[in-house]
């Protein structure tokens, strides 16, 4: 059973910092890989999908890596803003078959920037 | 492309009521997914189709739970004799089949069963 696992579980940092989250999970066959935002109350806003072959995504000051050999990604955010505040969520799914799209989120990393 | 679009966004009903709740996809996207969430919880899968066809149910799916999506384009969520238990966030998500299956959500619908 695939497991998914997000730290640190909150983060509070002052605006214009860089900083990492981290996602690890325990079955990397084939997997895609996607980040997402969600907003107190709100649905979830997709940042970066990095497909099983590719080793990064990037969008603008936004850096997702992949490494499937140690079970990890890593989203990058550069310059962080108050605006950034919000609960970030890693999510993996098979990249074919008949679970294409059934996705395994971990249970996110609450980021709060401060002016 | 106005995104996935939810209805009700929110419902708050007595237990023992029946309740439904309303997903439209992005037009084009042929795959439609109903995930509930919990507070503090990420996301949990439930149901998923490609057009019409139902075509995985996860076990939190109890019989009180019926999903449709008649003619492969909306998609109706359905709980029977709501419990307290089924207080979430019922959120609806759909896919293409090209750009690697990138799933885009909507807003959500929050139920608080009393």
């Known amino acids: 059973k695939q497991e998914v696992t997000q730290i640190p579980a909150a983060l509070s940092v002052p605006e214009g910092e860089n900083l990492v989250l981290n996602c690890s999970f325990t079955?990397?066959?084939?997997?895609?890989l996607q980040w997402f935002r969600q907003d107190p109350g709100k649905g979830l806003t997709s940042l970066l999908l990095i497909q099983s072959s590719q080793r990064e995504q990037t969008s603008g000051r936004l850096n997702a890596s992949l490494d499937k050999s140690s079970g990890r990604s890593t989203l990058y955010i550069a310059a962080s803003q108050p605006g950034d505040s919000a609960t970030y969520l890693c999510?993996?799914?098979?990249?074919?078959?008949?679970?294409?799209?059934?996705?395994?989120f971990g249970q996110g990393t609450i980021l709060t920037v401060h002016p | 492309d106005t995104g996935v679009s939810q209805d009700p966004r929110h419902k708050i009903t007595k237990r023992g009521q029946n309740v439904t709740f309303r997903c439209d996809p992005i037009s084009e996207h042929n795959r439609l997914y109903w995930y509930r969430q919990t507070l503090g919880q990420g996301p949990e899968f439930l149901t998923y189709?490609?057009?019409?066809?139902?075509?995985?149910k996860s076990r939190l799916l109890s019989d009180r739970f019926s999903a449709e999506r008649p003619k492969g384009s909306f998609s109706t969520l359905e709980i029977q004799r709501t419990e307290q238990g089924d207080s979430a966030m019922y959120l609806c998500?759909?896919?293409?089949?090209?750009?690697?299956?990138?799933?885009?959500f909507g807003e959500g619908s929050r139920l608080t069963v009393l």
């Open positions: 998500a759909s896919s293409a089949n090209r750009g690697g299956g990138e799933l885009f």
């Open positions: 079955d990397s066959a084939i997997y895609n």
């Open positions: 189709f490609q057009n019409e066809a139902q075509l995985e």
């Open positions: 999510a993996v799914f098979k990249a074919g078959g008949t679970s294409y799209g059934k996705l395994t």
